[in-house]
């Protein structure tokens, strides 16, 4: 036997005597250890809203699953009522299942259920806390910036926009009379140029322009690095007190960062240039540059705040479109009913405008079942955080949850919307509540309500009913000349989730209508003039 030899022995017997060392105590100190942490959660959230039992350190993070999780919570709000708590990680989560709960706290409380999680990197390594949609509500920045969006779009300004919306709506009519199948294309054109002209003050001919295309990948960024669980620093943020080159996760969205003040501010010059020369339409870069001074807003912080209506307002607006499509299809009577009601009122010699609106209750009600039955923003948009403690009816809601009004389950409460998942306008005709006649539930709560409702209103109603009033929309046809019906619950994950794309068939309704659009179009080039 060597000198090696008598070594490993003494190494083998060493290493039992550490692994019988282990499983004697180090075992049984990780079970009280266990065993303590979950009788501290057990205790904390003796008091707080039912919910799904959860695991030491990690929560309900492994039963929250990442796909369409909105529809994991409708089956909770069903067992544990329409108020429950999860724990994500640390991290106290509330989720209200009904309009009354979202009401209740949201709109009665929102002194105190105004604010917004913590956005570690999204919020403040890429956006360096100049996007206020992440910010929390106790912060300067965010109510300048709010005041700001506010001004642009509360409801008697958005009507300064309707010339814009009706212009880009002959085109998208046009579009879908000559390019029928790529419908959906046109339908986030339309939306996109509705944004770059408010915004900036410069409509896009295709989703492929430049200021569309760039302005998206920044927006795909964003939603890419705002993935629960993706960063490790969104659960332990002391990471952040590393020396900054040990910050891993830092470069690549520090990198980003600076692309999107390139573009940003690239994109407020060349509307200063333009007001300089006399050429800049109204829009609201050009009404926050006037205001500079009173607002007290850097150069850098207007760049930000004026481009909120490409991260809101574009995808909610054009994945309503086709949630209406969808609808069509599936519910062709609703679509003649609809029908009727236009030839009813407008007639088929000209287009459906703004001031036909009042008359056409039917219409109205469509359009609100449409953002009821497949709401886009289906968790409620970016939740809400609690900034008090706080207790409702009976239970204990700590400083700092998160909170999410589930609107997919919200929007499909029996109790409030009988036979939930029919796609039934008459609902909103039959009812005496104020709040679903004046529908603003699809646009979220008190003081974070949605900023562009009003004139995602505007956008809807025209296009909704001038397509209605234009063409059918009716299933494609296979080989047989069946009908393809598309899945009506087949909808993508996104932070918005909308239709997965469908094909149908988008037929002028008559020969009358389509003439009358033709003529229509002929007018509209030049009236686009100013926009280009
Ligand atoms: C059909 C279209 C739209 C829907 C369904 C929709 C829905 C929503 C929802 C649910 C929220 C979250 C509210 C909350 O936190 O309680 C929201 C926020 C917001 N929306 Fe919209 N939206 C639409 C169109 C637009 C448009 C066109 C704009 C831009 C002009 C816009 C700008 C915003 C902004 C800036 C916020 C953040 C407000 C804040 O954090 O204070 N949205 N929207």
Known sequence: MTLFDDLSEDLGSLSITVARFVLRNALPLLFGLLAFLMVRQHVRRRNMPPGP???????????????????????????YGPIFSLHLGSTPVIVLGTAQAAWDLLEKRSNIYSSRPRFVVAGEILSDNMRG??????????????????????????????????LECIVLLHELLTDPVNYERHLQRFAASVATSVTYGRRVESVDEWIVKEN??????????????????????????????????????????????????????DVKKRMADGTAPDCLTSQTVNEQEKNGMSDLEIAYAVSSPFGAGIETTAGTLCVFFLAMLH?????????????????????PDYRDREKLPYIQALINETLRWRPIAALGGTPHAVTEDDVYQGMYIPKGSTVFANLAGIMHDPVMFPSPDEFRPERFLETDDPRLRDFEL????????????????????????????????????????????????????????KPVSFRCKVKPRTIKVAECLLREWEGTKDRLGKWQ
């Not at 939603?223 to 943020?237: A, D, F, H, Q, R």
């Not at 519910?331 to 287009?351: C, F, H, S, T, W």
């Open 331 to 351: 519910y062709p009577d609703v679509m003649r009913k609809a029908q009727a009601e236009l030839d009813n009122i407008v007639g088929q010699d000209r287009l």
């Open 53 to 79: 039992r959860g695991l030491p350190l990690i929560g309900n993070k492994h039963q929250v699953p990442t796909i369409k999780p909105w529809r994991k919570f409708a089956e909770w709000s069903k067992e």
């Open 216 to 269: 998206m990948e920044a927006m795909d960024y964003l939603t890419s690095v705002n993935i629960p669980g993706k960063y490790l620093v969104e659960s332990w943020p002391w990471l952040l007190e590393l020396p900054r080159f040990l910050q891993w996760f830092r470069r690549e969205p520090e990198e980003r960062r600076q692309r999107d003040i390139v573009l940003l501010t690239s994109l407020l010059e």
């Open 442 to 497: 699809p646009f979220g709560f008190g003081r974070r309500i949605c900023v562009g409702m009003h004139l995602a209103a505007n956008s809807l109603y025209i296009a909704i009913a001038r397509i209605l009033w234009a063409f059918d929309i009716l299933p494609a046809t296979d080989e047989h000349g069946e009908e393809i019906l598309p899945d009506r619950w087949d909808f993508t994950n996104g932070f918005n989730s």
């Open 133 to 166: 949609l992440m910010l929390p509500n106790a912060n300067e920045r965010w109510r300048k910036w709010r005041k700001v969006l506010h001004s642009g779009f509360h409801a008697r300004r958005a009507d300064d926009y309707k010339e814009i919306q009706s």
